[in-house]
């Protein structure tokens, strides 16, 4: 390694450490970020957690270990705080953000004699983004994509691409442990694509840059079958996971919500502003009646898209991918607009017709492909100016010096500790500087130590995010469920999904304090409820008086009071009465007064099943005499065992979780039919279950005295399965590249 090179990545090494000191971590102020996942509890907060369905009741959790979150609990073992370790956790995303911007800015400049000094700026000047420095500086894209657009910039001058294509593969699994999402490799491939078009269109070398594109996307989807492969299964077998293509952007407000935010991200790209909301009144004043504010925050698109005034005389790859940076910039520029002028009905349609857009949910993420370019681009932009006015003995101090003062401006507010970034303010959401009520953990504590398999809902339900007003004041992601162990219900509305949301109506009946809400605690097998009374969009007086009707109050944790339904059923159980109506969902507070339903009863909506299932149920009604004994073990998440005992004739089972196709009822290995499969209640999985027949075809089963039977049946997440095969084809694929590697390395020996 040249000197210069180590010097540069030392220098980046020390910087980002100087810079992430300079927040006062002694304070204990913890990061909470909207989908960055950033445990808040990690020696017991250990979940499954990569791809989930939350719809009317708790979780299905369905993928593989939350990395993160081991991550986490593994450095807590040294006697870190938590505070400690998330700071460990965003110095080595942002430093390794850095020096994947010098690497990239090192290959695209391999030929510019001063390739060393710009590369070297370019990192420090990614580092000091103004993009990054507030809600999604924790974001791991923000490392791992400029480091996969430099592997397959790089690999293709390279012999052994299968080695740089395994590497980005390598890169995208890093980038989506911690968020298991479509965002990560969205952020990473269009870049790539986008390169590789460039590339090809000058070049001509269509049928080269094909097939090492094809290498790079076989070796992303071997080395991520754990994820695609979970992910395509769960929407596969359930289509209302991508049933999002009107109805979401309209509920969320497409030309509202997107339209402001994209302004906002847009303006936030040259002057700071936190997690897409302007500073106000006299801060926002300051930026822009101060002539020198404004010419320093401006700089950055100025400068870098002035790096197209200096190639006419350049080598050519230089030249392009100068121009390729150009293109980069514009395109997520245009992302990140959102809905605005110009072009905004493009965006627009996007939202509402295409059903994989939606899962950006809001176009802050596409920041991150104009920040990249930009880091390069300025830096390229000075030294070109300086090069032009000055000797090269000035050139670096010259250089440096402007960018340290871009960096400086830009970093204005985070720099001087401004207060409004590093404290809970009415101004901001809470994203930085939180210290988490210590009345949660001990909340949470609480009913982690029940053994119960059961759940908690809190009142109010959140809209998506948790709004507290004081004690202490707060606006952002909901913390309870980053602390929690057990299930807590405490969304108001699905992501994913139509309007009806069980949640909202068990929330109504409790706050009215009907008497139904005994019930739809019941079959949703919820056992807490907390009430928040420092929240801001509750009558803590109604709700509590209304509450304690039914249920007893089981302890105070401060602002938080905690009551208990004693009633709650299992998580797997056998009804004693079943009803079908012809009721819609929204009604079923109706149906369950109508019915007189108070006990072990359940519900099934025709508009939720099929005729024949229907058929099948009123004909299990005169069936249902004599009950079999149900006992099960929850195994994990996505797999509990369920042992019947004394079944002689065929019953209703239900599974109190989110309806979904992706659940499987098995004896021993054989598969139950999905016309057996009936959503029962609303909301939760319920099969069919025809003991004569099970054991007359498998014959897994013990016969009794009396001719009834045992046997036990095994519940699974069928998608988690498909995870599990993925890791599988991620590790073996790894194995078999390494062993080719070796084997040529031999061969020429």
Same mark, same amino acid.
């Not at 509920?251 to 502003?273: C, S, Y």
């Not at 950006?360 to 802050?364: P, Q």
């Not at 119960?452 to 339900?461: A, G, R, V």
């Given at each position: 390694m040249k000197k210069s090179i180590f010097f540069s990545i030392l220098a980046i090494l020390l910087l980002g450490l100087a810079y992430f000191f300079w927040f006062n971590f002694e304070k204990g102020f913890v990061l909470i970020g909207w989908d960055i996942g950033i445990p808040l509890q990690p020696q017991t907060n250990v979940k499954y957690l990569s791809m989930w369905v939350d719809n009317n009741?708790?979780?299905?959790?369905?993928?593989?270990?939350?990395?993160?979150?081991?991550?986490?609990?593994?450095?807590?073992?040294?006697?870190?705080?938590?505070?400690?370790i998330q700071f460990i956790h965003v110095y080595t995303i942002h430093v390794v953000g850095a020096l994947s911007i010098f690497y990239l800015a090192h290959v695209l400049l391999s030929k510019h004699p001063q390739k060393i000094l710009i590369s070297l700026l370019a990192g420090i000047t990614y580092l000091f983004s103004p993009a990054f420095l507030n809600m999604y500086f924790a974001y791991t894209s923000i490392g791992f994509v400029p480091l996969a657009l430099a592997l397959f910039i790089d690999g293709?001058?390279?012999?052994?691409?299968y080695l740089f294509a395994l590497a980005?593969?390598?890169?995208?699994?890093?980038?989506?442990?911690?968020?298991?999402?479509?965002?990560?490799?969205?952020?990473?491939?269009?870049?790539?694509?986008?390169?590789?078009?460039?590339?090809?269109?000058?070049?001509?070398?269509?049928?080269?840059?094909?097939?090492?594109?094809? /290498?790079v996307l076989l070796f992303i989807f071997l080395l991520n079958a754990?994820?695609?492969?979970?992910?395509?299964?769960?929407?596969?077998?359930?289509?209302?996971?991508?049933?999002?293509?009107?109805?979401?952007?309209?509920?969320?407000?497409?030309?509202?919500?997107?339209?402001?935010?994209?302004?906002?991200?847009?303006?936030?790209?040259?002057?700071?502003?936190?997690?897409?909301?302007?500073?106000?009144?006299?801060?926002?004043?300051?930026?822009?009646?101060?002539?020198?504010?404004?010419?320093?925050?401006?700089?950055?698109?100025?400068?870098?898209?002035?790096?197209?005034?200096?190639?006419?005389?350049?080598?050519?790859?230089?030249?392009?991918?100068m121009l390729f940076l150009v293109i980069l910039a514009l395109t997520f520029l245009f992302l990140a607009k959102s809905v605005n002028p110009p072009f905004g009905s493009l965006y627009r349609f996007a939202l509402e017709y295409i059903p994989i857009f939606r899962v950006?949910?809001?176009?802050?993420y596409f920041i991150l492909g104009t920040a990249i370019a930009y880091s390069i681009l300025v830096p390229f932009t000075v030294v070109e100016i300086v090069k032009y006015f000055g000797t090269y003995k000035r050139l670096a101090v010259c250089a440096g010096i402007v960018l340290l003062i871009l960096s400086l401006v830009n970093s204005y507010?985070?720099?001087?500790r401004y207060q409004a970034y590093l404290q809970p303010d009415p101004a901001k959401p809470a994203e930085l500087g939180m210290k988490i009520p210590p009345d949660y953990y001990?909340?949470?504590?609480?009913?982690?130590? #029940?053994?119960?398999?059961?759940?908690?809902?809190?009142?109010?339900?959140?809209?998506?995010?948790?709004?507290l007003k004081e004690d202490p004041w707060y606006f952002g992601i909901p913390m309870l469920p980053w602390i929690m162990r057990t299930p807590i219900i405490n969304q108001r509305v699905r992501d994913f999904s139509g309007s009806f949301s069980l949640p909202i109506i068990i929330e109504n009946e409790l706050i009215e304090g009907n008497e139904t809400s005994v019930f739809l605690l019941n079959i949703s097998n919820i056992r807490y409820i907390i009430v928040k009374n420092n929240a801001t969009n509750i009558d803590k007086l109604k709700a509590n008086t209304n509450i304690s009707k039914h249920y007893g109050l089981v302890k105070t944790f401060g602002n938080y009071l905690m009551y208990e339904n004693p009633s709650y059923l299992p998580h797997v159980y056998v009804p004693d009465r079943i009803v079908i109506t012809d009721s819609v969902p929204e009604q079923i507070a109706g149906v369950i007064n109508t019915n007189n339903l108070r006990d072990k009863e359940a519900i099934y909506f025709t508009l939720q099943n099929?005729? #024949?299932?229907?058929?099948?149920?009123?004909?299990?009604?005169?069936?249902?005499?004599?009950?079999?004994?149900?006992?099960?073990?929850?195994?994990?998440?996505?797999?509990?065992?369920?042992?019947?005992?004394?079944?002689?004739?065929?019953?209703?089972?239900?599974?109190?979780?989110?309806?979904?196709?992706?659940?499987?009822?098995?004896?021993?290995?054989?598969?139950?039919?999905?016309?057996?499969?009936?959503?029962?209640?609303?909301?939760?999985?319920?099969?069919?279950?025809?003991?004569?027949?099970?054991?007359?075809?498998?014959?897994?089963?013990?016969?009794?005295?009396?001719?009834?039977?045992?046997?036990?049946?095994?519940?699974?997440?069928?998608?988690?399965?498909?995870?599990?095969?993925?890791? /599988?084809?991620?590790?073996?694929?790894?194995?078999?590249?390494?062993l080719y590697f070796i084997y040529e390395k031999l061969r020429k020996i």
């Open positions: 009741n708790g979780t299905i959790i369905m993928s593989s270990l939350h990395f993160l979150i081991l991550l986490y609990s593994f450095l807590s073992k040294f006697s870190l705080s938590l505070t400690t293709m001058s390279r012999k052994r691409t980005i593969g390598l890169v995208m699994s890093l980038a989506g442990l911690p968020d298991p999402h479509p965002r990560p490799p969205f952020l990473i491939l269009t870049p790539i694509f986008l390169y590789a078009a460039l590339e090809a269109y000058v070049t001509k070398k269509v049928k080269r840059i094909l097939s090492y594109l094809f /290498l754990w994820f695609f492969l979970g992910f395509i299964s769960n929407a596969i077998l359930d289509s209302r996971v991508i049933s999002i293509a009107k109805e979401v952007p309209f509920t969320f407000g497409v030309n509202n919500k997107f339209g402001e935010e994209g302004t906002a991200l847009i303006m936030r790209m040259v002057r700071l502003f936190h997690d897409n909301l302007p500073l106000t009144a006299a801060r926002l004043q300051f930026f822009v009646s101060n002539w020198i504010m404004i010419l320093a925050n401006y700089s950055r698109p100025l400068l870098a898209f002035s790096a197209l005034l200096f190639l006419k005389n350049k080598e050519k790859k230089i030249a392009q991918n950006f949910r809001h176009s802050s507010p985070i720099l001087l001990r909340l949470a504590g609480y009913i982690d130590s #029940q053994p119960e398999d059961s759940k908690t809902i809190s009142l109010p339900l959140d809209p998506g995010y948790e709004i099929t005729k #024949q299932k229907i058929d099948m149920l009123e004909s299990l009604k005169s069936e249902m005499v004599k009950l079999p004994a149900i006992t099960y073990k929850k195994m994990s998440q996505t797999k509990y065992l369920v042992t019947v005992r004394n079944a002689s004739s065929d019953f209703p089972l239900i599974f109190s979780e989110t309806f979904h196709y992706g659940w499987k009822l098995y004896l021993r290995r054989s598969l139950l039919p999905d016309t057996y499969h009936v959503e029962a209640n609303s909301f939760a999985n319920s099969w069919i279950v025809k003991p004569s027949e099970l054991c007359r075809q498998q014959g897994d089963c013990s016969l009794n005295p009396d001719q009834s039977y045992n046997f036990e049946l095994s519940l699974e997440y069928f998608p988690q399965e498909m995870s599990n095969a993925g890791y /599988l084809m991620s590790i073996v694929t790894i194995i078999i590249t390494s």
